[in-house]
């Protein structure tokens, strides 16, 4: 097959992708959008959207359908998962918004891509294929191409890649691993009527507990409630799937307090989700070619910020890519803009859940500190949700 | 030799020892104290004293002496060895003192075991003999034996066991033996005009850091300044001493901020403490024989209430054992007094240390946790330092 010849090329579908291609398109560009799996499809459960989520979502002209599938909970509330009390809450009703500018919302991802999806459909700009795994990627100074499975070339001007931890892309800026913690993750949503016992549905609780934790709100209207119960393997070994069984999610969930033990009965064990991230680094481009979300910056899921953290990217590269500016420099301005930010979040998350998980005198001491909190004060956040965070995270450094 | 008969033997001339045999003498008995050494001395370095003991010491009659030989601190100051910031303070002085009707002081060990032994001497109840190693112990139901490596051999009527951590008479109702920790203690007194740099000569200061501390307060009238430097090493070993060595003590405190790192040179480095405690036990009377001191409840010193606690049990002692009541009787009503306490006392001390000791984001979330205490704020410590500490304890359980 002869080099299909195409000015910018995102190597992706999942939620990094499709936002950043929505993004380009928007700023006036032409986006060829490549998949490998051979539907767009996200597999797993639910998702968290923060409001400096659902600003970008908002800028891309997506916040409405999101919102019409979407449950704005009340408060963010932390349990401590041995003994059952509250630790903290967080009120996420109106002054929040308002304060930030936009709601903090949950939604099922599948609902999310389905929203971003008929969104780039819409767009006369962005062409959509599947079945394109990437195998080769050769990068001259003006121009990169990039070789599929199936036989397909591309010849693009700029190339974006958005994907994932275990990115392809990222090979011609980093030689680096993704990094295992021995933390496993079981999760997907469980229709209501089947949970017994209250359930709170204005709220994500999550129940913290000595080397795991359990995540839980609603979707779809509060017909169902989606959980993630995560733990860390006392049988953890690098380089084996040995470990983290749903004999070990059980053993260890079970000395938790009754309404945590019950909820991993529920759950959904045939699938095991060992839990990555990767540590920042200092640069994502190589010539024409950048990385974006989860191939640029993994990070672990304490703070829920992975997706919005890739949306966040998606509305500053449409931003810099304006028509006629040179792809590199555009990227080099993205990314002066992402890297500290991001970077700043993959180390707040790995520090998040090390505070979950703390055991003994340490998770004591946890709980009278955050105990002490207000469910109002939002200080602490605002580095994170508020409205100029793209912007003042270059003057505050860290 | 024919055996020596005595009502009432102490076995032990330290802190615990001397304050037993001087409240026992206080309410009456005669009293026949042993002490395995060549002399009445205590090695090592300074202490403290909280209200607690210096209550305990009025109730004996030797406060004055040792308020004369003591230094009171207005400031009990806690920093991060780390960063050096000061983390949270005490403050002991005027309204301290009023709270607990007694002061908080700092001495030499050498000084406070004089004064006991003055007071002692000044007894006509109490006989003191030295060189006397105890190496059996035969228990009756009206007498113990107790037999000397020099031959001597005493009949008593009732025995104390206040022989320290590694007590021979505890065999007789606990086969446990002390744990240890991985921790090791460097200490002693330097001349305040050797140390470069500020001190405060009106406060007990302690470093806490990541697995190590250093302890700093002053002594004789501030010619000498007391140091503890502890630290956990990473080559413990049990049933070795090749660990925990100077070298390492360097190479860990050299990592810390500039104070602390400059402090250990000028530590005396030829003994090295390895730090030791046991689980609380639930008896420590075996007939007419009892346990006082170190020899009861050896703890961690984190708390700085090792000798505290020795100086309550011989006051509480003293009070149960009035004359002409069965020994056993007294017994089992002192212990009914001071094993719920110094039980709560041991599992604090070890609760504290592993708060001094974290790293990471558990240490983070200490220092914010306890910079938002007030240095007035008494009430987490009225149980420990409080005047109804006695009694209280039942009441309250843990």
Known sequence: M????????????????????????????????IEQAAEFAEVGAGLQLAPNATRALDRLGVLEPVLRRAVQPSLLQMLDAVDGEEISALDVGEAFVARYHAPYVVLHRHDLLSALLDACRAEEGIELETNRHVISCGVEPDRVTITCADGTVYRAGAVIGADGLRSRLRGLVSDDEPLATGYVAYRGPVPVDRVAGAIRMDAVVVWIGPGLHLV????????????????????????????????????????????????????????????????????????????????????????????????????????????????????????????????????????????????????????????????DDFVDIDWLYGADALSAVTASGS
Chains 1, 2 share one sequence.
Request: proline share 7%; glycine share 8%.
């Open 216 to 375: 839980q709100y609603p979707l779809r209207h509060g017909q169902l409630l989606n959980q993630v119960a995560v733990f860390r393997s006392d049988r953890y070994e690098p380089h084996s799937d040995d470990w983290g069984s749903p004999e070990e999610l059980r053993a260890r969930f079970s000395t938790m307090c009754p309404a945590v033990a019950a909820s991993v009965e529920l759950l959904d064990q045939s699938m095991r989700w060992p839990m990555h991230d990767r540590q920042p680094i200092g640069n994502w481009t190589c010539g024409p070619v950048t990385l974006l979300g989860d191939a640029a910056h993994p990070m672990l899921q304490y703070l829920a910020q992975g997706a919005c953290q890739a949306l966040e990217d998606a509305v500053e590269l449409g931003e810099q890519f304006v028509p006629g500016r040179d792809p590199e420099e555009a990227f080099r301005a993205y990314q002066a803009a992402r890297i500290p930010r991001t970077g700043r979040v993959q180390a707040s998350a790995r520090a998040w859940g090390e505070l979950w998980h703390l055991d003994g005198v340490a998770r004591d001491v946890r709980n009278r500190y955050l105990r002490a909190r207000r469910a």
């Open 2 to 33: 002869s080099p299909i010849d195409v000015p910018l090329l995102v190597v992706g579908g999942g939620i990094g992708g499709m936002s950043a291609a929505l993004s380009l398109a928007r700023a006036g560009h032409r986006v060829h959008l």
